[in-house]
């Protein structure tokens, strides 16, 4: 399918998934939420309740024990747990992470991972990229692994590598030829499968980092750490290339994520600019306060339209990079704004936990962070898309 014929279902598209998912989530409501949020705990019966329903496996080919479902599925999923006033930050790296090993891993390593992780036995939900000195400059990372007999043995440190604690491997991106010695930037990088149930303590420490979310992240220290020859993805040096679909499924991921959010804030404005009455009326009959919900609604509905595009072109292996950016764009600024005007609508109550409004609110303005910052991705679209001279 090329781009000029791409097909996009516009309406409630995988309507029986979302249905039994928004059936998962209605047993984790806002007070389960809130109380991990507290304990800064990861939410083990959540994450239990949707690997046994399949959902985790949404996007590993039937043949290994999956779904075997479109990208889109699985956007549909997540946005579907954001909507009901979950995050599914716990587990949904499982989705994109697992996309490089299925498209560049061996045969024999897809046997011996993927039908695990399916059955939710195995859990591969850490991305070992962003390091501390490097930040958004990728290319120029410094964790370093040498050949080293029938092995390799690694050096360096990652910060933000979430779930690491809660994760039986990861995906770990480190440099296997010196910068200096590769022609282009890109090059010379490498990823490798790290077993962390062996790598911790033998050369793996890791150190959760206290954030304003509850999100479960970490720094990795890696010294000395030796990972077998056969821990290596795809060939030798491509390893940033091998990690780059799996980017853009998780921007589209990503972006159904800020989806669910930004519906989660209007609907819970809309409900209270109803009910609310001040003045002797509904506070939502103020144009100042329904004007604000109706553009976010206006913003939320041009988002998910870019949002379908672009899982219609990764589904269609087509080109999506472009698409993938703008959608992660689009969506966690559509979901900033819902955020503002559900917390402005919400008054003082907005800053009384048990809302839920404040924990959103927090939770929501990652998206425009991380995985990748909005400036970058401006970046991006001025360079590849418009022509516009390199700025780094
Ligand atoms: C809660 C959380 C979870 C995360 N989880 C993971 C994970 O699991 N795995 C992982 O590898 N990483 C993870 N990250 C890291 C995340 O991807 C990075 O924080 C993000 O890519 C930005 O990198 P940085 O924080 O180093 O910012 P920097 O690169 O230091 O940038 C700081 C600011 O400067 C801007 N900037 C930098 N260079 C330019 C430029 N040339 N032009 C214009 N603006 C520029 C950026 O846009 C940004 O606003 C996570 C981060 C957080 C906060």
């Known amino acids: 399918m090329s781009a000029s014929t791409l097909s996009m279902d516009l309406g409630r598209d995988f309507p029986e998934i979302r249905d039994a998912v928004a059936r998962i989530c209605t047993g984790f409501p806002g007070e389960y939420w809130r109380r991990l949020d507290e304990a800064r705990a990861y939410p083990e019966e959540f994450v239990a309740a949707l690997s046994g329903a399949g959902y985790l496996a949404a996007l590993i080919p039937q043949e290994y024990g999956g779904a075997g479902?479109?990208?889109r599925a699985a956007a549909v999923i997540l946005e579907t747990i954001h909507a009901s006033g979950g995050n599914a930050g716990a587990c949904h790296a499982q989705m994109y992470v697992m996309g490089t090993l299925l498209r560049h891993g061996s045969d024999e390593q897809k046997e011996r991972y993927l039908p695990a992780i399916a059955a939710g036995k195995l859990r591969l939900q850490a991305f070992g990229v962003t390091e501390?000195?490097?930040?958004?400059?990728t290319t120029q990372i410094k964790t370093r692994a040498?050949?080293?007999g029938?092995?390799?043995?690694?050096?360096?440190q990652k910060i933000w590598t979430s779930r690491a604690l809660q994760s039986d491997l990861m995906l770990l991106l480190a440099r296997t030829e010196p910068a200096s010695a590769t022609a282009r930037r890109a090059e010379g990088l490498s990823v490798f499968l790290v077993d962390l149930r062996q790598a911790v303590g033998n050369g793996i420490e890791i150190r959760?980092?206290?954030?304003?979310i509850n999100?479960?992240?970490?720094?990795?220290?890696?010294?000395?750490?030796?990972?077998?020859a056969d821990a290596l993805i795809g060939q030798e040096g491509q390893g940033f290339r091998h990690i780059l679909d799996g980017m853009n499924a998780e921007r589209i991921l990503i972006a159904a994520e800020a989806l669910g959010d930004a519906r989660y804030f209007i609907d819970r404005a809309t409900r209270y600019a109803r009910d609310r009455q001040v003045f002797g009326q509904p506070i939502g009959a103020n144009q100042g306060v329904q004007f604000p919900i109706a553009r976010c609604h206006a913003e939320t509905e041009a988002a998910d339209l870019m949002a379908?595009?672009?899982s219609a072109l990764f589904d269609a292996q087509e080109p999506c990079g472009a698409e993938a950016n703008m959608a992660k764009l689009l969506a966690s600024e559509a979901c900033w704004h819902a955020a503002e005007s559900c917390f402005q609508t919400f008054g003082g109550f907005a800053f009384a936990r048990e809302y839920d409004i404040e924990r959103k609110w927090r939770e929501c303005r990652l998206f425009q962070t991380a995985p990748i910052s909005t400036n970058m991705i401006l970046a991006y679209l001025g360079q590849h898309v418009l022509g516009m001279p390199r700025s780094y």
Do not use: C, Q, W
């Open 208 to 212: 959760p980092i206290d954030t304003m």
């Open 146 to 148: 040498e050949r080293d």
């Open 308 to 310: 379908r595009k672009a």
């Open 150 to 156: 029938d092995g390799y043995v690694v050096h360096g």
């Open 69 to 71: 479902l479109p990208l």
């Open 215 to 228: 999100h479960n992240t970490t720094e990795v220290f890696i010294d000395g750490l030796r990972i077998p």
């Open 132 to 137: 501390p000195s490097t930040g958004s400059d």
